[in-house]
Structures are given as C-alpha cells and as structure tokens.
C-alpha cells in the first residue's frame, strides 16, 4: 500500500477507522499483558487513536509509530500537548512527558532508534496492511519489540462485499503469521456493531500473543 494513499486519506479527513474512544476490547482485556506502572508500550501506525490517550491514564508511556504527520499534529493537539520534534534518523520523533511518537515509514524504524518496550498494542496496524505487506509487518514488528507480549485486533467479513482496510484476517492467517514466534490465545470474538462500510456484518476479535 502506497504511503500517498494514507497520506491522501488524512488530508481528505477519511478516517472512518478513527474510533473516537479507546478501543473496548483493548480496554477489557489490557490485564492480560500483566504490566507493571510506567511500562512502555508501542502502538505500531497509531494515527491518533484514542488508545493513546487511555494508556497514558492508565500510568504507562506509549511510543507510536505512524506515516502521517498530519495525524500526530492532530493526536498532540486533541491531547492539548505541544511536542518538541527532533530528527531521528529517517523520522521525525514527536516528544512530550511519557509519550514518543516517531513520524515515517515504520519498515525504516530500527529496534536501536525505538528503545526497549514492554508490550505492544495492534489494534490497527496488522488490519490496514494488505496481504503481500502482512508477513514482513509481522516479521518486522517481532523484530522491533523484541518479541514483547501483544495484544492484537483483527476483523473477519466478506471481503467481496467490501474491501479493506481494515482487510478481513482469518484465525488461520493469524496462525500462519504469528504461531512461530507467539503462543496464540484467542480472548473474544464480537460483532462490530453496525458493521464495515456498506454495513457488511463483521466480527472483532482480540488476541493474546505471548513469546514463546
């Protein structure tokens, strides 16, 4: 997927998938992941989710990664934060208390530039990659977090009746991309109230991802 299509959907304020509260399945089951206060948690292609703001509450430090910067201007806005921004080698890094945001492609982001963190949050991130992208995210993600605990969101509908993203992941691609390096356990299964565009009936489901 082309970065001029994520940067074109935020110019054009096409974020259907911005979720204006914190995510409630991530919320129910974020004790899975058995973190300590002040723990850092990374939240891959973060936009300006409102997750963001719910784990700061929650006493931790989150670092995003994320293409656009017009969506971390709006996230440091909405949060009535003013950042300082500094170069970090192919990024830009968004700084305020407890918060680290790195602006650029996340497949250029080394685990030395991101630091050391503590779990990972992919509610978004995994289901707006297109297929031929998903095995070197998922790759690339182990790789960045060093395999820390995660907690992902996948959907699952009819793809021909509508088109992602969010794509429509199967509990068998979930297995085949993640089973090498995590233990899976699946936690909830819930349908999305209203549906996807064109209201095609989805589910959401959460899972637990554990290094082995």
């Keep these: 997927m082309e970065h001029e299509f994520w940067h074109s959907r935020w110019e054009r304020n096409k974020i259907a998938f911005h979720e204006g509260t ?7 089951h974020f004790p899975k992941l058995q973190l300590v206060t002040n723990s850092r948690i990374f939240v891959p292609l973060c936009g300006k989710t409102r997750d963001i703001a719910w784990l ?3 006493g931790h430090r989150v670092v995003g990664a994320e293409l656009s910067a017009l969506a971390i201007t709006q996230l440091f806005e909405e949060l009535n934060v003013t950042p300082q921004i500094v170069d970090r080698a192919d990024h830009k890094l968004y700084r305020a208390p407890q918060l680290d945001i790195f602006v650029g492609d996340i497949f250029t982001l080394s685990q030395e530039i991101l630091g050391e963190i503590d779990a990972v949050i992919d509610r978004a991130a995994f289901v707006a990659l297109p297929d031929q992208m998903r095995g070197h995210y998922a790759s690339h993600l182990a790789e960045l977090s060093s395999t820390s605990p995660q907690l992902l969101v996948t959907f ?3 793809q021909s009746a509508t088109n992602g993203p969010p794509f429509s992941i199967s509990t068998d691609e979930v297995f085949a991309r993640y089973e090498k390096t995590y233990m899976i356990e699946r936690l909830q299964t819930a349908p999305v109230s209203g549906g996807l ?3 095609t009936p989805a589910t959401e489901t959460i899972w637990h991802l554990a290094p082995r």
């Design 56 to 58: 700061l509450s929650q």
């Design 22 to 28: 914190e995510n409630a399945l991530i919320a129910a």
């Design 156 to 158: 699952e509908y009819d």
């Design 197 to 199: 565009r064109k209201a």
